[in-house]
């Protein structure tokens, strides 16, 4: 998944922070339906590429859709085959699940969250 963003902020060597608008499920038409306001929100990215505070950059976030299908899609795959043998393992498989997903965002937390990559600088500031 890729995504424009404007760089608010150099870090560290590699890193640096982008603003992202945050696109709603009815895919930002919200004139038309006059629903949600949704803000930009900051996150870290690597950047290959060389860029300034300003710039507004392509980037790249391909974990979304991994890290959304273990979220929801692990701990309820676990309740189903567990309750295919008993209904009290359906019940742990669910919390085996949910545990495992908490294991995961600790760990993505530990390493800094960073899933999103600078691909391209698309305007200069």
Do not use: S, W, Y
């Amino acid at each position: 998944m890729t995504q424009t963003a404007k760089v608010v902020k150099l870090k560290g060597p590699g890193l640096c922070e982008v603003r992202v608008r945050r696109v709603p499920a009815c895919g930002g038409e919200c004139a038309a339906c006059g629903g949600c306001e949704m803000p930009d929100i900051d996150i870290l990215a690597f950047r290959t590429e060389k860029v300034r505070e300003g710039d507004t950059v392509l980037i790249e976030n391909a974990k979304t859709l991994r890290l959304a299908a273990l979220v929801f899609l692990l701990p309820l795959l676990l309740f189903f085959t567990g309750t295919v043998f008993h209904p009290v393992a359906g019940g742990a498989g669910l919390l085996v699940g949910i545990g495992v997903v908490l294991g995961v965002n600790r760990f993505l937390q530990k390493r800094g969250g960073v899933t999103a990559k600078v691909v391209a600088v698309l305007e200069r500031r």
